[in-house]
């Protein structure tokens, strides 16, 4: 079996698509997994005949073997094979032949992305990255018939969930999420994304399926099944296997947001927020000038964080401002 990579789950993070990846995995035919970074911040620039070098695919096949594939495996809908033997023996038939003379970035993603498939005995894959949405030209420049399932939460639930994501963690990892949040970065990240799915949806406009996790009320099933009826599989009963969850508050319990965030929400991002559609939230005079001054100690004690998750940390930074 050769498992063929038919969609990407992409658009603002924090916004259901830990829970969309699931319920696509319930489906007896689709492996969907995430997140791999490959297109995005762990992207490896290709020589100018669109090759990667042997030890470029050593790279990203050592990652892959390293990756945990899913933050509750167990759990319905959440990869059967996730770190075991099966999976990396597929990784290594399928990517060690190329870790010698390397291969096209088609034909690593396709290896790389096809061993879930095998391991999970499903012929089709889906890959769940949501800021690959800011490299769409990549990713049809490897797999050109790709359809985007893409998300997009409105700027103050997308913040607050981004603040307070630490909270499901233990109170290490808590204390790493609170330091590595700034209102000023968060709004150019959810800036840009507003910008690649806009970007995305008017190029791209027949290959995107909008998925809103918010809307879904009582039009689950409905939703799914217009969902599958757009990747061209038949149809599962999917609606009702994946109980809804929320990563950023387990416990119900939902924090809110400081004035200094939604002022600099609205500074950097309102004519996105209007265009969307979604209301402007009120938020005093002068209360965004404390996170002004903190931004270049924000930046000093997270260089380290940004060099160990981003490839290339001055290219991603520069991306966020582009227009």
């Not at 630490?166 to 150019?188: M, N, S």
Request: hydrophobic share 40%; charged share 25%.
């Amino acid at each position: 079996m050769s498992p063929r990579v038919i969609a990407f789950v992409v658009g603002t993070s924090r916004g259901g698509t830990t829970w969309l990846s699931k319920v696509l995995n319930c489906h007896p035919r689709i492996a969907c997994f995430g997140e791999s970074g490959f297109f995005g911040r762990h992207w490896f620039e290709p020589d100018a005949d669109g090759r990667l070098s042997g030890t470029q695919v050593r790279e990203k096949f050592d990652g892959a073997i390293a990756g945990t594939w899913g933050p509750h495996t167990g759990d319905v809908g959440t990869l059967r094979r996730a770190n075991t033997p099966e999976l990396h023996a597929a990784l290594r038939e399928r990517l060690e032949p190329m870790t010698a003379a390397g291969g096209t970035v088609a034909e690593v993603f396709d290896a790389y992305a096809g061993a879930f498939g095998v391991a999970e005995g499903k012929p089709l894959v889906i890959e769940k990255t949501p800021h690959h949405v800011n490299h769409v030209d990549r990713i049809l420049d490897a797999v050109p018939d790709a359809k985007f399932i893409v998300t997009l939460r409105d700027p103050y639930s997308f913040m607050r969930s981004y603040k307070f994501q630490g909270q499901q963690y233990d109170a290490e990892r808590r204390a790493h999420a609170e330091r590595v949040y700034h209102p000023i970065t968060c709004a150019l990240i959810w800036r840009r994304y507003f910008r690649s799915v806009f970007e995305l949806e008017t190029t791209h406009a027949d290959r995107v399926f909008r998925f809103d996790i918010g809307a879904l009320a009582d039009r689950e099933e409905a939703v799914l099944d217009d969902l599958q009826d757009f990747l061209s599989v038949e149809r599962a009963p999917l609606a009702g296997q994946v109980p809804r969850d929320n990563s950023s508050f387990p416990s119900g319990q939902r924090e809110e947001l400081g004035a200094g965030d939604v002022w600099w929400m609205n500074r950097i991002a309102g004519p996105e927020i209007d265009a969307g559609g979604w209301p402007r939230r009120s938020a005093g005079g002068m209360v965004g000038l404390l996170p002004a001054l903190t931004l270049p100690i924000w930046a000093v004690r997270n260089f380290g964080h940004l060099r160990r998750t981003v490839r290339n940390p001055a290219r991603y930074a520069a991306s966020l401002f582009r227009r």
